[in-house]
């Protein structure tokens, strides 16, 4: 196989960007994708079978049959998960990895968020640490992925976003749904301050396509007109256009080769006929989302690095966190359903730092449409979760509800971590993830203070009844995923540099968001995305040409 | 690869077919896994966990064509499952009321699910699960005939706006076929 500049592996929110700016660079360059390049026609609409609602599978993968993963509960019992099954922290594996799906919320973390030790200090038993690069840093590269993947929303209502240059590229959808109108009224009254959430959704054509249509089969789903934007209908397709770039799909890596040297010098991969091929590359980027690239650096082991590449030290799959989701939901004597996609529309950041004596917090969103499946879960304590009073609770409040949560901020924990199992394999032989570990105390402790404020939120709008959902302490991951390649400036107590770049190996990136340090009160999207812009920015700067070997 | 998991699927759909010609009982059976009894009990406890009233139960929907179906499917994991719990539930009620659960009134059936521990439960859970699926997912996956559960909550039905999924060559041959 022709020898490239540079092989990406993953073609997700990290991958598909480093890929066009390498590509536009002028690198010759290869993706690697275990899934399939799905495309508006694979919307489906099925509300039990999609990324979000899995009973019938993964809508945008894995698929059931190859990719088990091991789970170790909290009494330490162990069971190996299908990829569809609760527990296994799914993200997707598909052409846009999440971002084929996802519900498209575009937040820029905070200053704050990058400096979480130095403002709140680290309670015991967390890894709390600040990152080795700052909001200001990264802030060009944040208005440079809002500009190129497209970003509607109005954030200028909120004082406590950190300082832009330029505002977002698009303005929010219109018309506000009921419940936005319903809750930005009741914020306001509370002297909060609600805004149009950031998306990564066209609200007017951008780019060469439509605008949303507004229909709710939204976060979970391919959009169906293509008005959803992720790296599948932006970046990639501009990587391919530049000649440089080649793309193959249902490729599945099975680890980083190394030379006598200490250098990678390309990735070993089953193709999509399940033969073992070698793509060899000058540089070695691993964009395959906090689980599964702490999974691949564990199981490229050699003789100069017998635990794994960048594992020197232990880090390597450390410190998995997401979001610790929590909230309320409340009832209202009048119908809120309006049936006007996709939902989630209004925010409020009142809650994200300066909480008295909690270290971080949430923004605080209505939820997306919940559908009628997805409703019958969540009931309040009280209700039968069976029988006639259920159906009954199903029929009178299905339309008369609002949801608000957040993503709480988590503090790393440094046995919350991905290993490979020592027997478990997949379809292709190579030893799968083994997930282990559960939240900090003091992350349910924030949990707590905002399902209060979601709570006094929803009654405040005129909920006549309200209850709280808290997350239980098992651990947390998910398709908000990350933190299992830390990045630092002490290789002792990290796993890449300020850059992404392995510590101990000059011609490895991790890309995506194993590298955050912590990961906000904020879906992390939007930053994975700034980093890629960032780290792809340093390696075409330090470019010197080709100095690896075939 | 989903080449070879379908080809699995069809290579045991089609083994279980064929069992089920060879024990004789193939031909006049509705179900596609379960036996008639299984099929009387299912019935009863979807029924059970989504009782009719001014608007359709789980029966009217259904329900069990769903589970029936993904039970020869993404759910055949818990055919044993549903064996075992199934008899076990009818020997429950044939210990206490000398008669399989279909055959109970309405409110002993309630009662009996409600004094459920253990395994048992932990079957009626899983086919709580199954019924809502069945009573508030798609009716392409066999259940919720005719959206009535989304006629009950007022959702509007799925629109067709010209991106349905057709087959375009099954119509050409149809035109070509007139």
Known sequence: MKHVNAVVIGAGAGGGIVAKELAEAGFSVVILERGKWLTAYDCRKDDLRNQRTTVLGNGAGPDDERHPRVVVELDGTERIVRASEPGYHNNAACVGGGTLTYGAMAWRFMEQDFRMRSIYGCPEGSTLEDWPITYQDLEPYYEKAEYEIGVSGDVSPDPFHAPRRKPLPMPPLSPPTREHEILKAAALRLGWHPFDIPMLRNSVPYNGRPACMRCRWCVGFVCEVDAKNGTHNTVIPKALATGNCELRTECVAKEILVDSQGRARGVAYFDANDRLQTQTADLVVVSCAAIESARLLLNSKSRLFPNGIGNRYDWVGRNLQGHSYCGAIGLFEEVTYDDLGPGASIAICDFNHGNKGLRGGAMLANEFIRLPYQFVGRMPPDVPRWGRAHKDFMRRWYRRSIMVQGPVQEMPVFDARVQVDPKVKDYWGIPVARLSGRKHPHTLEICRFIAEKAELWLKEAGAIRTWKRIPGPGLSGGQHQAGTCRMGNDPKTSVVDRYCRVHDMDNVYVVDGSVHVTNGGFNPVLTIMAIAYWASAHIIREWRGRRGRV | ?178
């Open chain 2, 1 to 178: 690869m989903r080449k070879r998991g379908k080809s699995r699927r069809r290579f045991l759909a089609a083994a279980s077919g064929a069992m089920v010609a060879l024990t004789g009982c193939g031909a006049a059976r509705p179900w596609r896994f379960f036996t008639a009894e299984e099929a009387e009990t299912v019935i009863a406890l979807c029924e059970q966990i989504i009782p009719a009233d001014q608007d359709p139960g789980a029966t009217d929907a259904g329900v069990i064509n769903y589970i029936d179906r993904h039970l020869m499917g993404h759910f055949r994991r818990f055919q044993p499952v549903y064996r075992e719990g199934l008899a076990r539930l009818n020997e429950l009620c044939r210990q206490r009321h000398g008669r399989r659960f279909a055959e109970l009134k309405f409110e002993e059936q309630t009662a009996v699910l409600e004094s459920l521990t253990g395994d048992l439960k932990k079957f009626f859970d899983l086919v709580i699960d199954h019924t809502m699926q069945g009573f508030y997912g798609d009716p392409r996956h066999g259940g919720n005939r005719d959206a009535v559960s989304w006629r009950m909550l007022g959702v509007p039905l799925i629109p067709v706006r010209g991106r349905e999924h057709y087959d375009l060559t099954a119509i050409k041959s149809k035109e070509a076929g007139t």
